[in-house]
């Protein structure tokens, strides 16, 4: 008994701290697309509500050598994409990342994403006092975006 009231005292200790460093993030509706062998690259949406000031500058995953704040436009009659310094997260405002504008784009792929199975995903964000912090997800590999 006193045992396990010990442990809890060390969880609750570690959520607490956990929670003081942690930015306030919600991240909905996450997918990745899956690819077929040989597909270098693959890219991951999500909505992002931030519930203070954050800056997306970054990301990374085990399953990809590289991944990067990409944005995609049209330049005159051309659809562009390319990496953006970061993505303004303001405080209550959802932010999505989609087809056709911003994604988290996954570069040299170690090997193919599966439907069905999930992608850690790391984001870096910059918060109002130009700290890095990272939060963690898990991301769904769907060829379909999740239901809203
Ligand atoms: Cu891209």
Redesign the pocket.
């Known amino acids: 008994m006193k045992k396990t009231w010990i442990a809890g005292a060390l969880l609750c200790a570690a959520f607490a701290s956990f929670a003081q460093s942690a930015p306030k993030l919600t991240i909905a509706h996450a997918w990745a697309r899956p690819t077929v062998p040989g597909q270098p ?1 693959s ?1 991951a949406y999500m909505t992002l509500t931030a519930g203070e000031p954050l800056v997306l500058v970054g990301a990374s995953t085990p399953v990809a050598g590289m991944a ?1 704040v ?1 944005q ?1 436009k049209m330049d005159g009659d051309v659809m562009r ?2 990496g953006v310094d970061g993505i303004a997260l303001p405080a209550g405002q959802p932010v999505e990342l989609k087809p056709g504008g911003y ?1 988290i ?1 996954l570069m040299h792929l170690h090997a193919p994403l599966k439907a069905g199975t999930n992608i850690p995903l790391t984001l870096t964000l910059k918060n109002a006092s130009g700290a890095q912090v990272q939060v963690q997800a898990s991301v769904p590999v769907s060829a379909q975006p999740p239901a809203h």
């Open positions: 690259t890219g990067e990409h995609m994409m390319g994604h784009m």
